[in-house]
Nanobody, 117 residues
Framework: QVQLVESGGGLVQAGGSLSLSCAAS????????MRWYRQAPGKQRELVAG???????NYADSVKGRFTISRANAKNMVYLQMNSLKSEDTAVYYC???????????WGQGTQVTVSS
């Protein structure tokens, strides 16, 4: 059974930093691209950052230069370091694992990030 468990969310002041973690189990982690999405109240879920099995990364324009995605294959972990946080970064952040058998991949339960201005 595939499980993705996010942690590290919380309340932070604007300009501050948070680090999110996602622990994956039940998948061949090294073969999967991993992504972070977020969903703010009343908005659609959007892609924040992605990292391929080979370590190539991509970011939403809104977070480039502020967020960094990384992975530790030996630990089945993916991370999202978020710096210079803004109030518009407030959302539930979800970890996603690519899958060739499950449309849209696998999802974690999400972790709340709230940035106060």
């Amino acid at each position: 059974q595939v499980q993705l468990v996010e942690s590290g969310g919380g309340l932070v002041q604007a300009g501050g930093s948070l680090s999110l973690s996602c622990a994956a189990s039940g998948i061949i982690f090294t073969g999967n691209a991993m992504r972070w999405y977020r969903q703010a109240p009343g908005k659609q879920r959007e892609l924040v950052a992605g990292i391929t099995s080979g370590g190539s990364t991509n970011y939403a324009d809104s977070v480039k230069g502020r967020f960094t995605i990384s992975r530790a294959n030996a630990k089945n972990m993916v991370y999202l370091q978020m710096n210079s946080l803004k109030s518009e970064d407030t959302a539930v952040y979800y970890c996603n694992a690519e899958s060739i058998v499950v449309p849209g991949g696998y999802w974690g339960q999400g972790t709340q990030v709230t940035v106060s201005s």
